[in-house]
C-alpha cells in the first residue's frame, strides 16, 4: 500500500488547475471558407467549420446562382452532389404515431395545432423556407453544403442552378413540386411524382397526410406476429409424432 503525506493530499479551493480549451482547426477547409468569401463578399451571411468533416456556408437569396458559378468555374467543384429544400415549420400535426408528445391535440386529425416556433439549423435562417445542395471537388477531396433563405409564401422563388449544375434539374423539379419553391431560370419545371391536378405541396409541414392519421404508417400495425413456439404448425405440416 502507498501512503501519500499530509503535503501531498493537501488541496486549495482557489487554486485548481485551469485546462486550456482545446480548439480544433480545419486549416483546408479555412483556406477554402477565405476563397469563397473572396468572391462572394457580401454575399456569404454565416459559416460553419466542423473539423474534418464539413464546411457549411449560408449565403443571401440573391447570390445563390453566383455562389454555384463561383464553385464550379473558379474553385474546382466539378461533382454536383444533391439539391433539396428544408420546412423548418414544426409540424402542427405532429408525426402520426403512437408517441403522445406526437398526436394532435385535437380529436379531429385534420385540424392542425398552432405551431410552435421555428428552430433553424447549422448557420441559422430567416425564413421559414431554405434550400440546400452539397458540391465536391474531385481535386481538393473536399465538400461544401450551401444553403438560402427563400424568402415567404408570398415570393418562394429562388435561382436555378441548371445553368451551372445540369445534374440539378430533376432535384430542383423534385423541390419545386413537393415544396412549392420555383426555381427561377429552369428550363422546365413539371412533375416527377403527382398527377398534374394534384393540389398542395406534401412535404410542407402544414400540409395534412390524412392517409397517415386514418391509419397508422405500414409497419406500426401490419406486421404480422411470429408463431408461438409449440403451436403444432411445424410439426403437422412436417408429418412429426403425434402426442
Known amino acids: 500500500m502507498i501512503r501519500l503525506s499530509s503535503a501531498d493530499t493537501e488541496t486549495t479551493g482557489t487554486d485548481e488547475e485551469e485546462t486550456e480549451e482545446v480548439v480544433e482547426t480545419d486549416e483546408a477547409r479555412e483556406a477554402l471558407l477565405s476563397e469563397i468569401t473572396e468572391r ?78 421555428i428552430e433553424h439549423g447549422l448557420c441559422g435562417g430567416e425564413t421559414r423556407f431554405q434550400v440546400l445542395a452539397r458540391v465536391y471537388s474531385t481535386r481538393r477531396h473536399l465538400g461544401v453544403t450551401l444553403k438560402a433563405d427563400v424568402a415567404s409564401d408570398d415570393d418562394l422563388s429562388i435561382e436555378t442552378w441548371t445553368g451551372t449544375y445540369p445534374g440539378a434539374d430533376w432535384h430542383e423539379r423534385e423541390s419545386w413540386e413537393m415544396f412549392g419553391i420555383t426555381f427561377t431560370g429552369h ?50 405440416e412436417s408429418g412429426g409424432e403425434e402426442t
Open 187 to 236: 428550363p422546365g419545371l413539371r412533375k416527377l411524382y403527382l398527377p398534374h391536378d394534384f393540389e398542395g405541396f406534401p412535404l410542407r409541414k402544414d400540409f395534412p397526410l390524412l392517409a397517415r392519421q386514418i391509419k397508422p404508417w405500414p409497419g406500426i400495425v401490419d406486421v404480422e406476429p411470429m408463431p408461438d413456439e409449440g403451436d403444432g404448425g411445424d410439426d403437422s
Open 40 to 117: 462572394l463578399g457580401d454575399g456569404i451571411v454565416a459559416h460553419h467549420i466542423d473539423p474534418g468533416h464539413d464546411l457549411i456556408i449560408r449565403v443571401a437569396n440573391g447570390a445563390w446562382a453566383e455562389a454555384a458559378l463561383a464553385l464550379r468555374r473558379s474553385l474546382g467543384f466539378d461533382y454536383f452532389t444533391y439539391l433539396s429544400a428544408i420546412d423548418w415549420l414544426p409540424s402542427p400535426f405532429g408525426r402520426s404515431m403512437d408517441a403522445t408528445v406526437d398526436l394532435a391535440p385535437s380529436e379531429d386529425p385534420a385540424e392542425a395545432a398552432e405551431p410552435g416556433p
